[in-house]
C-alpha cells in the first residue's frame, strides 16, 4: 500500500516541471490527432455526395467505380426502376464542370455544376422548401456556401457569369469542396438540360415505398435490368468511396507514416522525462532500496508515474489538437474530424508509448546501488 500514489507524490512535487514535461510529450499526441483528422477529413470530403443523399438506393453507371468518375447512365434506366414494384420514385442528379468569373478579380475558375429536379430534391442541401422554390427560378443558381474562398464573394441576388453567361446567385447550399473540386454550383435540372441538350444523369436516387426492403429492391432491379448499373445504398456507396480513396491515394501510407513518427517522438520524449526524473532521485531510490523496498517497488513508482504522464499529456494534446485541426479545416476547408474510435486507438497508441518509455526508463532504477552510493 505504501507504493500507491508515491510516482504521482513525486511528479507533482514540481507542477510547472510536470507540465513542461507532460507538453513535450503532447506533441506526439497532437500529430497523431491530426494525421487522424486529415485521414477522416479527406475520406469524408471525398464521399459528400453519398453522404447528402436524400434515399433509400443509388443507381449509377457500372463501370463508375468512384464518385469522381463522371460515366454517366442512360435515362431510360431511371424510368425503367422507377415503374417497378416498391419502387416509389427516382430522382436524377447531374453533374458537369462549368467556368465561374469570380466578382472580386473577374478571373474564371473551375467549378462542380449540379443540376437536380426542384421537386424531388436528392440531396440534403439544406434550406428546405426555399431551395425547391427558389430553383424553380430560371437562369439562377445556388452558391455551395462551403466552397472554398478563391471564386469570391457572391451574394444573393448577384449576377455572376457562369461559362460566360449571365446567371444569378439567389441563395446558398452546404456541399462542401474536396481534394481536388474547390466548390459547386446548384442549378434547376431544367436548366442543365437546357444547357446541355440531352445530358445523362450521373447517378439517379432511388426512392422506396413505405414498407419496401432495400436489398429486395437492389435484388428485383437487377434482376429486371440489363446489366450495366450499379445499385448501392447511400452507405455502401460511402464505403466504397473511402476504399477507393484510400486504395489510389497515397493518403493511408502518409497518415500511417505520420502516426508512427508521432509514436516514436512521444515514446523518446517520454524516457527522457522519466530518465531524468529517475537520475536526478537517484539517491532517494537507493535509500528506498536500502530500507528493503524491492525493484518490483521501484519500477511500479515508475510505470505509475508513466501513466500520471499519460493522462495529462493525453488531455492538453486533445485540447490542443482540436484548436489546430479547426485552423486546418478553416484553412483547407476539408471536414477535418477525428471520430470516437480514432480517439481511441490514439488513446492506446499514447498509453502504449508512455509504458515502453516507462519499461525503458525502470532500467535506470536497477542500477541505484546504496553501497555506493551511501
Not at 433509400?56 to 468512384?66: A, C
Not at 445499385?231 to 480513396?245: D, G, I, K, S
Not at 525502470?362 to 541505484?368: C, I
Request: hydrophobic share 50%.
Amino acid at each position: 500500500m505504501l507504493g500507491i500514489g508515491l510516482g504521482t507524490r513525486l511528479l507533482v512535487e514540481s507542477v510547472p516541471r510536470l507540465l513542461a514535461a507532460s507538453a513535450s510529450i503532447a506533441v506526439a499526441v497532437i500529430i497523431m490527432f491530426v494525421e487522424f483528422g486529415m485521414l477522416w477529413g479527406t475520406l469524408d470530403a471525398q464521399a459528400t455526395i453519398a453522404t447528402l443523399v436524400r434515399g433509400d438506393l443509388l443507381v449509377m453507371n457500372i463501370v463508375r467505380s468512384n464518385l469522381h468518375e463522371w460515366n454517366t447512365i442512360e435515362a431510360i434506366r431511371l424510368a425503367q426502376i422507377a415503374a417497378l414494384p416498391g419502387i416509389d420514385r427516382v430522382s436524377p442528379l447531374y453533374e458537369d464542370h462549368a467556368g465561374i468569373k469570380s466578382p472580386d478579380d473577374n478571373r474564371v475558375r473551375r467549378i462542380i455544376l449540379y443540376g437536380i429536379p426542384p421537386d424531388d430534391i436528392p440531396l440534403e442541401l439544406g434550406g428546405g422548401d426555399e431551395t425547391a422554390t427558389r430553383l424553380r427560378i430560371p437562369h439562377t443558381f445556388l452558391f455551395d456556401r462551403l466552397s472554398r474562398p478563391i471564386f469570391g464573394r457572391i451574394l444573393p441576388d448577384q449576377d455572376i457569369e457562369i461559362d460566360k453567361s449571365p446567371v444569378r446567385a439567389i441563395g446558398y447550399v452546404g456541399i462542401g469542396p474536396d481534394i481536388v473540386n474547390d466548390g459547386a454550383i446548384v442549378i434547376s435540372a431544367g436548366d442543365f438540360l437546357a444547357r446541355a441538350p440531352g445530358a445523362k444523369p450521373i447517378m439517379g436516387v432511388i426512392h422506396l415505398k413505405p414498407g419496401a426492403a432495400p436489398e429486395e429492391a437492389r435484388q428485383q432491379i437487377l434482376s429486371a435490368l440489363p446489366a450495366d448499373i450499379a445499385v448501392l445504398t447511400p452507405e455502401e456507396a460511402r464505403q466504397r468511396e473511402n476504399a477507393f480513396t484510400l486504395r489510389v491515394a497515397p493518403i493511408g501510407i502518409l497518415i500511417g507514416v505520420g502516426v508512427l513518427a508521432g509514436l516514436a517522438i512521444g515514446t523518446l520524449n517520454c524516457y527522457q522525462v522519466l530518465y531524468n526524473e529517475v537520475t536526478d532521485r537517484l539517491p532517494q531510490f537507493a535509500t528506498l532500496k536500502a530500507m528493503g523496498f524491492s525493484d518490483g517497488f521501484l519500477r511500479r513508482v515508475i510505470l505509475e508515474q508513466a501513466v500520471v504522464l499519460f493522462v495529462i499529456s493525453f488531455a492538453i494534446g486533445m485540447a490542443a489538437s482540436l484548436a489546430v485541426n479547426e485552423v486546418i479545416a478553416w484553412q483547407s476547408a476539408l471536414p477535418v474530424r477525428v471520430p470516437g474510435f480514432s480517439a481511441a486507438l490514439i488513446a492506446l497508441g499514447a498509453l502504449a508509448m508512455c509504458l515502453a518509455a516507462g519499461l525503458a526508463a525502470v532500467r535506470r532504477v536497477a542500477l541505484a546501488d546504496p553501497a555506493e552510493l551511501y
